[in-house]
């Protein structure tokens, strides 16, 4: 049986005003939600699984160092043995235990980033098992930028390996429900915070080679890197270019697909938006269920925020057919929300 925990109220507002104000009610609150957090965290350290918030998306976790535990991740999430899992950690310095490459490049990025939405990818040591990469000889390791997550990492003593707490293929939770729904009575824990903040996945920047490269795009946008860096920093082709095979292993498979067949409509907004409703009558004149997903055109923030929220209350609606506008590629993020769009509709792309 899954263990159901609500740890809402370990954010940044309520702990602000148990320090701040010395409110009573919030430090009760928030002693309540650590119970739950440290008896999550024993569970780990005993070789469970839990599911948790982040800012990015919830994680589904287990012990890092422990290749049994991290197998029943692959194993609840159905997920393909050749993708590997990113490694959350609580503090900057227990990446030294995962990687021995700290290059002053390196360093100048955790500490701006950390904690936040950016994986760095490293030459693992032979502390990581070979399960957690995938075989690989580099690792992802990120610090997420959450109260109860960082608690309960802190509190389990251990790194947690950790990928999207989703059945494999569905779209990335972004809230406690969408968490049940794929998970309850899969995973030992599932504790349950609020909506995640960013709704879309934490950047991967390979920092492995000579050139920093992103290996699937996200909050932390190329030029937010650049500007901290300086130098060359490269876009993995395998993102953009579908004959290219991309270096993140699990940017190649079906992904955040809802069950509804959905079409991306590229354009003028005004024109995406009236050729959408054309076809949203012609198709709801024969019967057919459609749901369609318009964000302001510049809103690239609430788009990322309500994208995969937005697919998952489609599905439960039990539309037949999606039709989304796309948002602007050239900008950043606007570029992140449109790779998880395209993908979502399989490339579906209608040009108008
Ligand atoms: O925001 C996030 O990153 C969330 C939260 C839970 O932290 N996690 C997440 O994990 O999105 P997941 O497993 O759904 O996606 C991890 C991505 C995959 O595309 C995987 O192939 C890539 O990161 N990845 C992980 N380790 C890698 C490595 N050593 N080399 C290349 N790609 C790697
Ligand atoms: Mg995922």
Not at 230 to 244: F, K, N
Request: charged letters at 25%; a negative charge; proline letters at 5%.
């Amino acid at each position: 049986m899954t263990k159901i925990w609500d740890v809402t109220s370990l954010n940044k507002e309520t702990i602000l005003e148990c320090e701040e104000f010395a409110d009573n009610d919030a430090f009760e609150r928030i002693e309540a939600a650590l119970v739950h957090v440290d008896a999550a965290a024993a569970i780990l350290a005993q070789g469970g699984t839990v599911a948790f918030p982040t800012e990015t998306v919830y994680g589904l976790g287990a012990n890092a160092l422990d290749a049994a535990a991290v197998a029943k991740i692959f194993k609840a999430k159905g997920r393909p043995s050749d993708n590997p899992i990113i490694v959350h950690i609580a503090k900057a310095s227990d990446i030294t235990q995962l990687t021995t490459k700290l290059t002053p490049t390196i360093v100048k990025l955790i500490d701006e980033f950390w904690p936040g939405p950016l994986t760095l990818v490293l030459p693992k040591t032979a502390a990581v098992p070979d399960i957690v990469t995938a075989g690989l000889q580099t690792v992802g390791i990120r610090m997420p930028d959450d109260a109860a997550a960082l608690e309960l990492i802190k509190r389990a003593g251990c790194p947690v390996a950790a990928p999207s707490a989703n059945i494999s293929g569905r779209p990335s939770p972004t809230r406690a429900k969408d968490v049940l729904s794929d998970l309850d009575g899969k995973v030992d824990v599932i504790l349950m915070g609020g909506d995640c903040r960013v709704g879309i996945e934490s950047t991967v920047l390979d920092m492995s080679g000579d050139v920093p490269t992103i290996l699937r795009p996200g909050f932390i946008t190329k030029e937010d890197i650049k500007e901290l860096i300086g130098g060359r920093v490269e876009m993995d082709p395998g993102i953009t270019d579908s004959l290219e095979a991309p270096k993140a292993p699990g940017m190649k498979y079906t992904h955040y697909a809802p069950k509804a067949t959905m079409t991306v409509f590229e354009g003028r907004q005004e024109k995406v938006i009236s050729e959408i409703a054309r076809i949203k009558a012609l198709n709801e004149a024969n019967g057919i269920k459609v749901g369609v997903i318009i964000f302001e055109e510049k809103d690239f923030i609430l788009a990322a925020s309500e994208f995969f929220a937005r697919l998952r209350d489609l599905d439960s609606e039990e539309v037949d057919l999606i039709l989304a506008g796309a948002m602007s590629k050239n900008d950043s993020l606007g570029f992140a929300v449109m790779n998880r769009m395209m993908k979502a509709a399989g490339y579906n792309i209608v040009k108008v």
